[in-house]
């Protein structure tokens, strides 16, 4: 997928290398608007048309195959999930997708093409209005869209069991999700490192009635790659030719 922004070496470092001081600034409505040549250079870096589904996003499908899947909540704007052919129904893309444009002004869809097309006469896309085109991503300000405030209550409410996949949990409201699960609900984190948001920590130490409830919770960390540890999982519950067999599928050459 595409670079994360806030590891060590994410997106954010490496704008913060080339002098962004405040990387984050980019992301808004702001910076389009006055310093619209340096917004469309960071945002073709952010281009993900020509990538592929990972072992994670397939498994994703695999779950859905078996009727397990409820929602997919991803904070990833690269659509990935849809090129991995999980409906759109269950996927909700929190910080929208850079698949998609639309204009600055009106707010009218286009195709993603459009953010590009004029790239060659160095001229900057706009919508018949005359507005600017954006990626239909969430800028910093703006409201998560509609599905995610309407369903993410009762959609964790709902949950039997919840993962936590290739994710720090550090941006609010997205990482707020997991305190929306009953706490009988298993919670499973697959990656690199156990997101902050859910480490004990010295008051709940101290005050163990306060926190028993987080005590008594059923949690499990694969610490892990994320694909690496999909695939372990994949292989200890027999699902791992399921898994293969999806993958192959979307690599198998198109007949012409």
């Excluded at 910076?31 to 340096?38: A, H």
């Excluded at 009106?106 to 993603?112: D, L």
């Excluded at 499973?188 to 480490?199: A, D, E, F, Q, R």
């Amino acid at each position: 997928g595409l670079q994360d922004f806030r590891s060590c070496r994410g997106f954010y470092d490496e704008l913060r290398r080339e002098g962004f001081t405040s990387p984050e600034v980019v992301f808004t409505k702001a910076f389009l608007e006055t310093q619209p040549e340096e917004f469309y250079s960071v945002m073709r870096r952010r281009r993900s048309e020509y990538l592929k589904p990972t072992a994670a996003h397939f498994f994703i499908k695999v779950l859905h195959d078996k009727g397990m899947l409820w929602r997919c909540y991803t904070q990833n704007t690269d659509s990935l999930e849809r090129k991995a052919e999980i409906p759109a129904k269950y996927v909700i893309e929190a910080h929208g997708t850079m698949n998609e444009a639309k204009c600055a002004a009106c707010e009218k869809k286009h195709p993603a093409q459009e953010l590009w097309k004029e790239e060659a006469s160095q001229a900057y896309p706009r919508c018949k209005c005359g507005g600017l085109l954006r990626p239909n991503v969430i800028f910093f300000g703006e409201q998560l869209p509609g599905r995610f405030r309407k369903n993410s209550k009762a959609d964790m409410e709902s949950a039997d069991l919840v993962i936590i996949m290739g994710t720090s949990l550090s941006v609010q409201p997205f990482a707020g999700l997991i305190h929306k699960v009953s706490p009988s609900c298993p919670r499973l984190v697959v990656g690199h490192s156990v997101p902050n948001i859910m480490k004990r920590h010295g008051w709940q130490k101290l005050a163990p009635k306060a926190s028993s409830g987080m005590r008594n919770r059923k949690e499990g960390f694969l610490l892990a790659n994320c694909d690496e540890g999909i695939t372990q999982l994949c292989d200890k519950m027999g699902w791992l030719p399921d898994l293969q067999a999806r993958i192959d599928r979307f690599n198998k050459p198109i007949d012409i």
